[in-house]
């Protein structure tokens, strides 16, 4: 969601594209336990309110740095590296699901990838 906020445009498609990359994910099944229990199940939505896109991003941000360090302490080296190259995927697929301002990827987009990247600990 924090990619999909991040630029305006594409909010309808980039919510489509970020389904479709589930759905593709469950046709894969069997690479990995994990990845195809999280994917089994339908995205939650939060309904926090947030009041601001830094706000929605500070929160989301620190979702993802508590799930790699559950994961790493419970989950194999293999499983943690699984589930931060599906996160990245999805939101570089989302993010390239609508061209803004004549990019692939907009500048907010990519800074937000680049977070996410960092908060999952994927150098």
């Known amino acids: 969601m924090m990619v999909i906020a991040a630029s305006k445009g594409g909010m309808m498609r980039e919510t489509f594209e970020m389904a479709k990359a589930y759905a593709d994910a469950r046709k ?13 199940a339908k995205p939650e939505r939060d309904h926090t309110k947030y009041h601001s ?21 419970k989950a194999t080296p293999e499983e943690v590296e699984d589930y931060r190259r599906f996160v990245l ?28 990247r960092a908060a999952l600990g994927s150098g």
């Open 28 to 40: 894969e099944h069997g690479e990995s336990e994990l990845l195809d229990e999280l994917v089994s």
């Open 53 to 73: 896109f830094d706000e929605l991003k500070e929160s989301s941000l620190r979702r993802l740095q508590e799930a790699v360090e559950l994961l790493t302490a």
């Open 89 to 116: 995927t999805l939101t570089e697929r989302v993010a390239k699901r609508h061209r803004e301002d004549g990019a692939d990827v907009s500048p907010a987009e990519q800074q937000t990838i680049e977070d996410v």
